[in-house]
């Protein structure tokens, strides 16, 4: 009898299944992408605590159509460039193109290609025309912090705006009254202070969810930056701004202008909003919940700057205020092991985001509650805190806190661990342990010796191994160019080197026994060249060490001057030649053989540049005076072949042949030397002819008589 033809059971079910739960709207969930934003008007959804948590959909703006994609286009690449013939003509450009853009700025925003062209108007653009980018986006802000691209754009606007605040505030009521009125009669005047406040105000409510956004966090970040009137760190260690976010450069600005914003004030409207910030980014979060937010990787680091601005914009008293977030992680009082405070603390400590609240508390916390926090938990942990590659950075918070007598017995257990810590390239808490000692003024002799242990060869102490250089065959070799533990070891020996003694020796030691071979190969590299231009403008580094490590350049300064590293350290020379004149004078011989190869390198000509070359070469005797009166002769001691007025014997030594500068000098100098000595001849005999005609015109007159 046939069967009955059907699918197999489990699969089918399975779909069937799958179909029922897509064709149920309430269990259909909305999938957020990076093009659809929030409407205003729209309700948001209730968190457990009654604070919104976020938008159900978001609007779309639409699209630019082809003309004016293209438009656009080159308009960014117009101002990438900056080749405009003069700042006229830029201004009048970007007017014409804001003139275009009225009414398509949130698309802009939202497209990948133009919101870098918007953000480049941003730098480049007044305080009327940022003005009216701010209005266009007001009531929007809230959909705009969320998205990948516009989100950029509003950091940017943030930062050019905020200086713009400090400004209107310090002007008088009569000078804003003198303004200009503008072309727009419909246009209504509008404070940057005020367009800061109304932002604020679309976006209260939703903080705690802006907190943990992708996009959105980072802007809340810079605004609460603007807010306290604080300096923008710069660097992607600063955790402001994404690790991937896109450099927008305009050609022939100053560096970075996007991202410099520095200390100003700020009106007391700011620091109110910012109050009610703080206040409300955690008011409706339970105590577990705030401490989750420690480590999570959005919201720790809008944490951190949130604690951080508490307790250094309104006082250390915040402590004792049960609303404050500093008193919601850390309630007890006192904090002893098996309080809550205690869980918190041992559980962030070795937590890659939660060590950094824990570093923000340790270093903004007041006295009395840090004293409390290192003698329970880190007195005598400091020691295995410095070996943890996470804790050993809350160890070298800690140290910059410790008084005299702490910091000695702190440094008595970190010093147990250094030959470990060098084994494993964890040198970082060292350099900060002897920053500290010496600041604290605390012998740092039992550092000098593990060191010296850690580090020595064949030859004693190497600063080759420290620089994570090796020697194979007479060459000093690098497997990474670039790698940390090469940064790490050259930070550690230019600090041992701000030491006045015994542990800063060892670098000036071990640097001035090097060939002139391996010398030379160090200059060359990008960053063991760092510690080798620190040594030659150190103030502890010895005239007779300064001496020693510039000679080894000798005929390779010309070569040496063309490097992108090596330069750096002939830019190091000039001031390294203090209290020796004749040696800088050396050296500008040297580059000025090389004059031709030198103009025609980007990098030979800063050098060029730097030593003020062209005036050795047109007023040799005015560089001569600049350059003794600069450098000086302290300690100066010339050679016995010399006359004694610091300038180097022109001789010829053995197996070195004279340039020719020095044979035309040395021509210059006999024949000069032989006029001078025809000319004090002839005076004589002038003056011999001179006197007997004397006489026999006086004996004359006498018989006369």
């Keep these: 009898m046939p069967k009955e033809h059907r699918k197999r059971g489990r699969r089918e079910e399975q779909k069937k299944r799958k179909r029922d739960i897509d064709d149920d709207s309430s269990a259909k969930r ?66 014409s193109v804001y003139q275009e853009a009225d009414g398509k700025e949130l698309k802009l925003a939202h497209s990948l290609t133009c919101s870098r062209l918007l953000e480049r108007l941003i730098l480049l653009s007044s305080p009327d025309q940022l003005k009216s980018l701010f209005q266009k986006f007001s009531g929007h802000f809230l959909n705009i912090v969320q998205h990948r691209f516009a989100s950029h754009c509003c950091e940017a606007l943030f930062i050019q705006a ?46 705690g969810f802006l907190m943990t956004d992708r996009y959105a966090s980072h802007v809340l970040r810079v605004l609460l930056v603007v807010l306290a009137g604080a300096q923008l760190e710069k660097g992607k260690k600063s955790g402001m701004q994404s690790k991937k976010k896109e450099k927008i450069a305009i050609s022939g600005m100053e560096k970075d202008r996007e991202h410099v914003l520095e200390k100003r004030a700020v009106p007391a409207s700011f620091l109110d909003a910012l109050e009610r910030v703080i206040n409300d980014s955690v008011s409706g979060m339970e105590p577990h919940a705030l401490r989750s937010l420690a480590i999570h990787p959005l919201g720790g680091p809008t944490l951190q700057l949130l604690l951080k601005l508490e307790l250094s914009h309104f006082g250390k008293s915040r402590v004792k205020d049960e609303k404050s977030i500093i008193h919601r992680l850390l309630p007890d009082n006192p904090i002893a092991e098996g309080t809550e405070s205690a869980t918190f603390i041992n559980g962030i400590v070795y937590d890659p985001v939660g060590s950094r609240l824990l570093e923000t508390i340790i270093e903004n916390a007041p006295g009395k509650l840090f004293k409390s926090i290192y003698g329970e938990f880190f007195k005598e942990r400091m020691g295995s805190l410095s070996r943890n590659e996470i804790a050993s950075y809350v160890a070298g918070k800690i140290l910059e806190r410790l008084g005299k007598d702490d910091l000695d017995e702190a440094m008595r257990q970190i010093v147990d661990q250094i030959p470990g810590l060098v084994e494993r390239n964890r040198t970082g808490i060292i350099k900060t342990l002897i920053e500290r000692c010496v600041a604290r ?89 760092r510690t ?63 004059e031709n190869s030198l103009r025609e390198s980007f990098v030979g000509r800063a050098v060029w540049r730097n030593w003020q070359m062209d005036l050795y070469k047109r007023k040799r005797n005015d560089w001569v005076k600049q350059s003794r009166y600069t450098a000086g002769n302290d300690g100066f001691q010339s050679f016995p072949e010399s006359n004694g007025d610091g300038m180097p014997p022109q001789i010829h030594r053995p197996g070195r042949h004279l340039t020719a500068i020095e044979l035309a000098r040395q021509k210059h100098a006999a024949a000069k030397a032989a006029q001078e000595k025809e000319g004090k001849k002839a005076k004589r005999g002038s003056h011999a002819t001179t006197s007997s005609s004397g006489s026999s015109s006086k004996a004359k007159s006498l018989v006369a008589q």
Excluded at 187 to 206: A, D, K, R
Excluded at 556 to 564: F, H, Q, S, V
């Design 532 to 594: 080798l231009q620190a040594a030659l403008v150190s103030k502890n580094a010895s005239v007779i060490f300064r001496r020693k490590m510039i000679q080894q350049f000798y005929g390779k300064i010309g070569e040496l001057a063309l490097d992108p590293a090596a330069s750096r350290v002939i830019d190091a020379i000039w001031h390294g030649t203090a209290g020796l004149a004749f040696i800088r004078e050396r050296v500008a011989e040297e580059l000025a053989e090389n």
């Design 162 to 207: 905020a200086p713009h605040v400090t400004t209107e505030s310090a002007a008088s009521p009569s000078e804003i009254l003198q303004t200009p009125p503008s072309s727009d009669p419909a246009q209504v005047f509008v404070s940057m202070e005020n367009l800061f406040l109304h932002t604020l105000v679309e976006l209260q409510g939703y903080m």
């Design 441 to 529: 003024e605390v012998d740092c002799s039992p550092i000098k010796a593990q060191l010296e242990t850690a580090y020595s060869g064949s030859n004693g102490f190497e600063v080759t191994r420290i620089l994570k250089l090796s020697e194979e065959d007479g060459k000093l070799t690098a497997k990474h160019e670039h790698s940390p533990e090469k940064v790490h070891g050259s930070l550690l020996a230019q600090t041992m080197m701000t030491v006045d003694g015994s542990l800063g020796q060892l670098i000036f030691d071990s640097l001035a026994n090097l060939s002139p071979e391996l010398s030379i190969q160090l200059a060359r590299d990008s960053t063991a060249s």
């Design 30 to 95: 909305h999938k957020k992408d990076d093009t659809a934003h929030l409407d205003h008007d729209e309700p948001a959804q209730n968190g457990a605590n009654g604070e919104r948590t976020g938008p159900d959909e978001l609007p779309y703006y639409g699209m630019l159509d082809d003309d004016e994609q293209e438009y656009f286009r080159k308009a960014n690449e117009m101002l990438e460039l900056n080749q405009f013939e003069s700042p006229e003509d830029r201004t009048v450009f970007i007017a």
